[in-house]
T-cell receptor, first 121, second 110 residues
Framework: GAVVSQHPSRVICKSGTSVKIECRSL??????MFWYRQFPKQSLMLMAT?????????EQGVEKDKFLINHASLTLSTLTVTSAHPEDSSFYIC?????????????????FGPGTRLTVL | GQNIDQPTEMTATEGAIVQINCTYQ??????LFWYQQHAGEAPTFLSY????GLEEKGRFSSFLSRSKGYSYLLLKELQMKDSASYLC???????????FGAGTQVVVTP
């Protein structure tokens, strides 16, 4: 089946530092990837749509200068949280959409990475 | 705006059946997904409906009525491992943008 990896799985950093999170589609190509944020006991909130070879599209209220997204290849997107603060502590999850119509399992589904737990002290 | 509603929590006993309802009002509709999410983990795909009707997949079934903006996920023969959050999500455009409901926490008791 389709696999999406994220690295790191967990990161703890000091306030003011930048953190980079990688999202990779391992066995399929993904022109489009998505970044979500999830706070405890809440649902996933879409932050931005990452498109290979072009600028990301950010959802309303998400600061593009704070959350830098780079989609350099068909299998890799990165999210950099710049100058992280404690309120940025959250579970960050990426998903990738299979470029092949129907996807691996015959549906037009997105495949989620395992998530990255960010804690900013 | 986008509005996707589902109950916050449901409790059922092992072996029973539980139905999780989801109603949606979105600016676009290109399909509806159900995902299962255990605490601290990423969502895993359960089902996808784009046409009206029932989709059955083992112990899980999902129903969609586009005219009513309504879907449900039916979990049969509940097992303890089914205790998780179940997320209803709508594809709101053709590029794959998903809007999620807040999730329904299902608690399975012995």
């Amino acid at each position: 089946g389709a696999v999406v990896s994220q690295h790191p799985s967990r990161v703890i950093c000091k306030s003011g530092t930048s953190v980079k999170i990688e999202c990779r589609s391992l066995d399929f190509q993904a022109t489009t990837m998505f970044w979500y944020r999830q706070f405890p006991k809440q649902s996933l909130m879409l932050m931005a749509t990452s498109n290979e070879g072009s600028k990301a599209t950010y959802e309303q209220g998400v600061e593009k200068d704070k959350f830098l997204i780079n989609h350099a290849s068909l299998t890799l997107s990165t999210l950099t949280v710049t100058s992280a603060h404690p309120e940025d502590s959250s579970f960050y999850i990426c998903s990738a959409r299979d470029d092949v119509a129907g996807g691996v399992d015959g549906t037009d589904t997105q495949y989620f990475g395992p998530g990255t737990r960010l804690t900013v002290l | 705006g986008q509005n996707i509603d589902q109950p916050t929590e449901m409790t059922a006993t092992e072996g029973a059946i539980v139905q999780i309802n989801c109603t949606y009002q979105t600016s676009g509709f290109n399909g509806l997904f159900w995902y299962q999410q255990h605490a601290g983990e990423a969502p895993t795909f359960l089902s996808y409906n784009v046409l009206d009707g029932l989709e059955e997949k083992g112990r899980f079934s999902s129903f969609l009525s586009r005219s009513k903006g309504y879907s449900y996920l039916l979990l049969k023969e509940l097992q303890m491992k089914d205790s998780a959050s179940y997320l209803c999500a709508v594809y709101t455009d053709s590029w794959g943008k998903l809007q999620f409901g807040a999730g329904t926490q299902v608690v399975v008791t012995p």
